[in-house]
């Protein structure tokens, strides 16, 4: 009797050894019973193509991809969905059985749907959106944001090339805010993002004035090491509603582990704390 293949998956990177994927999706092939493997990857980028290409052939049915390599996955994949496309990074692979690599981008998924859950009655349409930084977390966070119909994004960067060219990319209702003047620019907004690494454990700290948030708006940074960044907690406060970043981070590995293991997992409080232990 031949025996059913088990299903191999993981996050490929470099450094990796940081990463909660493996913690995460450990825990869900766990708890779920499910027959399975998730690994960290780590490779150098000469051999990023040789490894991807490589892998199916062992038995992976697909791998997360984080930093440095979400464009360049993207690049190397056979099939593109158009969110990918227009975010212009992968951090979902599928790998198909004749060997081609499919590439989406699950991040805006994640951010969505972590906004969601932590503050139910968000109302996207409600108002101007902030979002701080332009690089590739921001362009999945943007593309979600107009497709949810926040009515203006106001764009704010250090490198204000960056984000002007953002706006060449999304449209007129994104617009630009020289970083310095990025405090000006918080008292109407109804959503605020900080899509850069500012704050996180062994960076700067975030250094606009935030004493223009009114109590209620949407918080929300993509960080989550700390859970709690500086930035969160001056706007918790000042009442506003803060949304911490670790969320997104579980919600966008779920449509991964769908596709690769066959079974649907649940963001829930317990999966949270797994993470935080």
Request: a positive charge; aromatic letters at 6%; hydrophobic letters at 40%.
């Amino acid at each position: 009797m031949t025996l059913p293949k088990i299903p191999l998956a993981g996050v490929v990177g470099n450094p990796i050894a940081h990463s909660k994927s493996p913690r995460l999706h450990g825990y869900w092939l766990r708890q779920m019973r499910v027959p399975g493997h998730y690994v960290p990857i780590e490779v150098t980028p000469d051999k990023l193509m040789e490894t991807l290409r490589f892998l199916p052939n062992i038995g992976f049915v697909g791998l997360n991809v984080t930093v440095p390599y979400k464009e360049k996955a993207l690049a190397i994949a056979d099939s593109v969905t158009d969110r990918a496309t227009i975010i212009g990074a992968a951090n979902t692979l599928n790998f198909r059985r004749d060997g081609k690599i499919h590439a989406d981008n699950t991040d805006g998924y994640g951010f969505l749907q972590n906004i969601r859950q932590s503050v139910p009655d968000w109302d996207p349409r409600g108002g101007p959106a902030v979002v701080l930084g332009a690089g590739g977390a921001s362009r999945a966070v943007v593309v979600t944001l107009l497709d949810a119909g926040v009515p203006e994004i106001r764009l704010t960067n250090r490198t204000r090339v960056r984000a002007e060219k953002m706006r060449e990319d999304f449209g007129k209702r994104i617009k630009i805010v020289d970083w310095v003047q990025a405090g000006n620019v918080l008292d109407d907004a109804t959503t605020v993002i900080n899509t850069t690494s500012l704050g996180m454990t062994g960076k700067p700290e975030m250094r606009v004035p935030l004493d223009g948030l009114r109590p209620g708006t949407v918080v929300n940074d993509l960080v989550y090491a700390p859970l709690e960044t500086r930035f969160l907690a001056t706007a918790r406060a000042q009442g506003c509603r803060v949304v911490d970043g670790l969320g997104m981070l579980l919600h966008q590995a779920v449509p991964g582990f769908e596709r690769w293991f066959g079974f649907r997992p649940d963001v829930t409080p317990a999966v949270r704390e797994a993470m935080l232990r």
